[in-house]
């Protein structure tokens, strides 16, 4: 292997931090996973279920402000507003479920939910 330069830093260490996102960002594959949790310690019936997925999914593959972020802003940043929506979206969630947060809006869960799956 060359020498590196100073200040440079090793290949594996972008692997590393990939791997790290991809983890972090997961959590919105699992939706099928809870969602039986959010039906019945919520309330909500199949059509709003359905349009929680909906709003994941969109969330997911529609990046424009995620993208025009990282065009703008340095990565440090990206990575921080990510990090920080992933942990509102999915603690409010979470908090839903547990039923720590009680008559929390729909609207408010389906908001939420759609930018915590920004990240």
Known sequence: ???L???SRPPWVG???AVWVEIAAGNGYNFPLYSPSLK???GYNQQQLTMLGVANDIGENVGILPG??????PPWLVLAI???ACFLGYGVLWLAVSQTVQNLPYIVVNILYHKASWT
């Open 5 to 7: 330069k100073a200040g």
């Open 82 to 84: 990510g990090a920080c």
């Open 1 to 3: 292997m060359p020498p």
């Open 15 to 17: 692997l590393g931090a």
């Open 68 to 73: 025009i972020a990282s065009n703008k802003l």
């Open 40 to 42: 019945s310690v919520m």
